[in-house]
T-cell receptor, first 114, second 113 residues
Framework: GENVEQHPSTLSVQEGDSAVIKCTYS??????FPWYKQELGKRPQLIID?????GEKKDQRIAVTLNKTAKHFSLHITETQPEDSAVYFC?????????????FGRGTSLIVHP | EAGVTQSPTHLIKTRGQQVTLRCSPI?????VYWYQQALGLGLQFLLW???????NRGNFPPRFSGRQFPNYSSELNVNALELEDSALYLC????????????FGPGTRLLVL
């Protein structure tokens, strides 16, 4: 089955700095890669996603890059703000026999210091 | 548009008891997924229901089961509760079986004493 590794597990930055979270996956058939943000005590919320036919996607201060050859994808947050503090999860998924179950990384706790 | 809803929000049970958690998907979504989020372990896939049928299950024992109703809402049942079942149980829905994006509910926090 798919295996998703996420690093780092904890990331501490100063407000205004950039933050990068990296994930690797094992199944080359995976073709959809969402990122979720989970604030303390709240539900995971989709913040950005990328499909395997695209190498990069950007949405304001958030960007995701995908390297299919190396089987890794990254989340980039620029000009971080205290409200970016949360746990971020990456996931990899593919359609298979009617199933579309994402495999999640174990999460990165991002702390943005004012 | 209302999001995914779950009930109850919190639950305290003792070992050996049984529990039922409930989930209502976003209107129009037919697929419902259940995840267990134990402390420090990320999201572990439990079950997937689509069009009233169980389509896939994760690596959990049979005492974790569920069902999906004709209105696409779903229940997760856990029998013979163990201490390690203490976790946040998240439900998510997607538009259909190939709906890549899943939208999560707020979760039910279960504590087993």
């Amino acid at each position: 089955g798919e295996n998703v590794e996420q690093h780092p597990s904890t990331l501490s930055v100063q407000e205004g700095d950039s933050a990068v979270i990296k994930c690797t996956y094992s199944d080359s058939a995976s073709n959809y890669f969402p990122w979720y943000k989970q604030e303390l005590g709240k539900r995971p919320q989709l913040i950005i996603d990328i499909r395997s036919n695209v190498g990069e996607k950007k949405d304001q201060r958030i960007a995701v890059t995908l390297n299919k050859t190396a089987k890794h994808f990254s989340l980039h947050i620029t000009e971080t703000q205290p409200e970016d503090s949360a746990v971020y999860f990456c996931a990899a998924s593919k359609p298979s026999g009617g199933s579309y179950i994402p495999t999640f990384g174990r999460g990165t706790s991002l702390i943005v210091h004012p | 548009e209302a999001g995914v809803t779950q009930s109850p929000t919190h639950l305290i049970k003792t070992r050996g008891q049984q529990v039922t958690l409930r989930c209502s998907p976003i209107s129009g979504h037919t697929s419902v997924y259940w995840y267990q989020q134990a402390l420090g372990l990320g999201l572990q896939f439990l079950l997937w229901y689509d069009e009233g049928e169980e389509r896939n299950r994760g690596n959990f024992p049979p005492r974790f089961s569920g069902r999906q109703f004709p209105n696409y809402s779903s229940e997760l049942n856990v029998n013979a509760l163990e201490l390690e079942d203490s976790a946040l149980y998240l439900c998510a829905s997607s538009l259909n079986s190939l709906g890549e994006t899943q939208y999560f509910g707020p979760g039910t926090r279960l504590l087993v004493l």
